[in-house]
């Protein structure tokens, strides 16, 4: 059972970490451009803090046992926490479904969804087992409330 706390607060701290991370570059930068701008700003914030992480990590998906392509997730951090970044003015059900996609893809148990696009930054922990459905209750409308 403490192996479990352990781990828990680890995920805790660094996720911690990477939002502080986030909302530093959304406090510098603001809203309006595009992924890749926010990804290279994470960058140069994550090197800051001292997080290990591979950026546009690939993946290979299966289906029935069979290779049927690769996708990659904007950051794998400390090689157990997924991040998925957007740019854009509200999250949909596909977000936080592809979020969930990527960690049960990776084997891992968390992740976060992080929204550049508002005036204020958006968050969302993602946990592998949330279920699918738990999309509906997503408020995608609100710019201006971040998720929790």
């Known amino acids: 059972m403490?192996?479990?706390i352990e781990?828990?607060?680890?995920?805790?701290e660094l996720t911690y970490k990477i939002i502080g991370c986030a909302m530093s570059v959304h406090r510098a930068l603001g809203n309006g451009f595009q992924e890749v701008i926010y990804q290279r700003a994470l960058v140069v914030e994550f090197d800051a803090v001292g997080l290990n992480f591979l950026r546009e990590k690939e993946i290979d998906i299966f289906y029935k046992g069979f290779n049927i392509g690769t996708r990659r997730v904007d950051?794998?951090?400390e090689d157990r926490i997924i991040v998925e970044i957007k740019a854009t003015t509200h999250l949909e059900?596909?977000?936080m479904a592809q979020a969930i996609n990527y960690i049960e893809a990776f084997g891992f148990k968390i992740g976060l969804l992080l929204n550049f696009g508002c005036t204020s930054l958006q968050y969302k922990r993602v946990f592998k087992s949330i279920t699918k459905s738990v999309n509906k209750n997503m408020n995608?409308?609100?710019?201006?409330?971040?998720?929790?």
């Open 7 to 12: 781990e828990l607060t680890l995920d805790s």
């Open 140 to 148: 995608h409308n609100d710019c201006h409330k971040t998720i929790f």
């Open 75 to 77: 950051f794998l951090v």
């Open 2 to 4: 403490s192996h479990l």
């Open 93 to 95: 059900p596909a977000h």
